[in-house]
């Protein structure tokens, strides 16, 4: 068959806990094609129940995503369309999918998002943290060393940063945090999302840790934990320039006086000369 007569996957995002977040897209999509791939069919059963879908589906898990994505790209290569689904939020995003994404492209299937819930986007438009840029880790380690690792590459991490954790293991989590970040550094935590009992809890590390040592463990699935990133650091070769222009800028011409900062430091002279001119540039108005 050919490659235009294939079906299509469409990678669909299901709620994170408010049913009515499923879009009507969503909705015709997973009525519409033939096959469902669902990380727990048993649990993707009720939405589809709730919403009067009879969709066959089939599993896909973290164990069985090898095996399963040759079957799912041999029913689009049949003619067949297929729906991804997840337990909660969009595919892929700490979900299975990957493989079956990846091999479905590079076999010119073609994928198609139907885009909707994901909870590190929800939590992150709520936290007010900095939000021009952050990075996810998806879950830490299990294991306190390898934790503790990770979190240790994280220290100057700058953007804000977006985990998900399991309710359970939030104190011991925060915990490191305090011990790697400092007791100081704002966090956010984010759990029940779209649900009646939605948190959206803030403040430093160790007043986190103090609330989640002290709250009961509430809610199934998982957490979002967002934690705000470093303070930039100087720019220790600027730092450097300018210690060595200030005396020069105030004393001299400008470009004999960049042309000595030049000689002592060793810096590029275009770079040194547009630190001049902001140096100037007061003593000018």
């Known amino acids: 068959m050919m490659a235009d007569k294939w079906g299509i996957l469409y990678v669909v995002a299901t709620p994170i806990g408010n049913l009515g977040d499923l879009s009507p897209r969503a909705q015709e999509t997973l009525q519409e094609v033939e096959l469902i791939a669902a990380e727990d069919t048993r649990h ?3 939405l589809l129940r709730h919403f009067g879908i009879t969709t066959a589906m089939v599993s896909l898990h973290e164990y069985n995503e090898r095996q399963q994505a040759e079957l799912l790209i041999g029913r689009c290569q049949e003619g067949l369309s297929v729906a991804l689904i997840s337990d909660a939020g969009t595919p892929l995003i700490s979900d299975p999918g990957y493989r079956v994404v990846r091999q479905a492209r590079q076999a010119g299937i073609a994928v198609v998002s139907v885009p909707g819930p994901c909870a590190l986007v929800a939590a992150l438009s709520v936290a007010g943290l900095p939000s021009d840029r952050f990075v ?3 879950f830490l380690p299990a294991k306190s060393q390898a934790r503790q690792t990770r979190l240790e590459q994280l220290v100057d991490e700058t953007r804000t940063l977006i985990f998900y954790e399991a309710p359970r293991r939030l104190p011991q989590t925060l ?3 305090v011990e790697t970040f400092g007791p100081d550094r704002e966090a956010v935590v984010a ?3 779209t649900k009646r009992h939605e948190t959206v809890r803030g403040g430093s590390l160790s007043t986190l840790l103090t609330w989640a040592k002290q709250a009961p463990e509430s ?3 998982e957490l979002v934990l967002l934690l705000h990133g470093a303070e930039k650091k100087q720019d220790a070769p600027r730092q450097e320039a300018l210690k060595v222009l200030l005396p020069l800028v105030t004393a ?3 470009k004999q006086a960049v042309a000595l900062a030049t000689k002592i430091t060793g810096f590029k002279k275009n ?3 547009q630190l001049a001119l902001e140096l100037r540039a007061p003593q000018e108005d």
């Open 44 to 46: 993707s059963g009720g």
């Open 136 to 138: 996810f880790e998806g």
């Open 175 to 177: 915990q490191a945090m």
């Open 191 to 193: 759990r029940e999302l």
């Open 219 to 221: 809610g199934r699935g």
């Open 252 to 254: 001299l011409p400008l």
């Open 271 to 273: 770079r040194l000369y």
